[in-house]
């Protein structure tokens, strides 16, 4: 498995320093949020999406994905989400990601059936938009589909709807923390994600109740559990580690963390192995 961190770690830090950080501290890639609050986002011109991706291809850190916040299963008509999904892909495809990050977004109000179906239809046609580009969308298992079961829920319909292609084009991204805090297993979660998985989101907070960000094994998350699970079915993709500082000022910052988190997952590894 090779080891990633997101910039949600470093929020508004340079992309040459990014990668610079990946580097010294045994990284093999970066997940960049793409928000306007940083370097690279759906807002930059075609001289900074060239410059972004000759930053990657210069450093030897590959551009795992981009972290957007399109929210396919949201409420209301489906042609601002498209609209916003096929900008986010366009990024990715300038400037070299293999991944887009989007959420499920539902209204808790709403009813699930409705959501659910609202995500397969504009995943279907997001699909269809990025078939050309190499480009493959994730939905991550987070706020209405936390788990790998209510994921799957949307993933399968949306795998059956695109035929052979639809793994290629459309996927899940395992936030653990979120399957967690849903109440599954990493084995029941491999079990409902392993047709569509893309990449895990790793990360460790203190409990339920207290979601600051810690150094990996600092935490509770089970995250020696979910490497055995992922090593003994033979999945061997990525790791990312997500520490979301962006919205915890008072967690430690990310960059003097770096060097234990790539340890702290080599001996799982290791472990697991």
């Known amino acids: 498995?090779?080891?990633?961190f997101s910039t949600l770690g470093v929020p508004g830090l340079p992309l040459s320093d990014v990668l610079a950080l990946a580097t010294?501290?045994?990284?093999?890639?970066?997940?960049?949020?793409?928000?306007?609050?940083?370097?690279?986002?759906p807002g930059i011109g075609p001289a900074e999406r060239s410059a972004a991706a000759a930053g990657f291809a210069?450093?030897?850190i590959e551009l795992l994905g981009l972290a957007g916040y399109v929210r396919v299963a949201a409420p209301g008509d489906d042609g601002p989400v498209l609209d916003e999904l096929r900008t986010l892909l366009d990024l990715a495809k300038d400037v070299g990601a293999p991944y887009v990050r989007v959420f499920p977004g539902a209204d808790p109000q709403?009813?699930?059936?409705?959501?659910?179906?609202?995500?397969v239809r504009r995943?279907?046609?997001?699909?269809?938009?990025?078939?050309?580009?190499?480009?493959?969308?994730l939905m991550e298992t987070h706020d209405s589909h936390r788990t790998g079961t209510e994921a799957a829920r949307v993933l399968g319909p949306v795998s059956r709807r695109l035929g052979p292609s639809g793994e290629r084009s459309v996927g899940s991204l395992w936030d653990v923390m979120h399957t967690w805090l849903g109440g599954e297993q990493p084995a029941q979660t491999f079990a409902a994600l392993a047709p569509y998985l893309g990449y895990v989101q790793v990360k460790d907070i203190a409990s339920a109740e207290d979601t600051t960000p810690l150094a990996l094994g600092a935490g509770i998350l089970p995250l020696a559990e979910c490497v055995e699970v992922l090593s003994r079915?033979?999945?061997?993709?990525w790791l990312c580690w997500e520490y979301e500082k962006r919205w915890y000022e008072a967690a430690k910052p990310l960059?003097?963390?770096l060097a234990d988190g790539s340890r702290h997952l080599g001996r799982l590894l290791h472990d697991a192995a």
């Open 123 to 137: 995943l279907a046609e997001g699909a269809r938009y990025a078939a050309d580009s190499g480009v493959r969308i």
């Open 233 to 237: 079915n033979g999945w061997d993709g």
């Open 1 to 4: 498995m090779k080891l990633a």
């Open 255 to 257: 960059p003097e963390l």
């Open 24 to 41: 010294r501290h045994g990284y093999h890639g970066v997940e960049l949020r793409a928000h306007p609050e940083e370097p690279v986002h």
């Open 110 to 119: 709403q009813d699930a059936a409705e959501s659910d179906a609202a995500a």
């Open 58 to 60: 210069s450093s030897g």
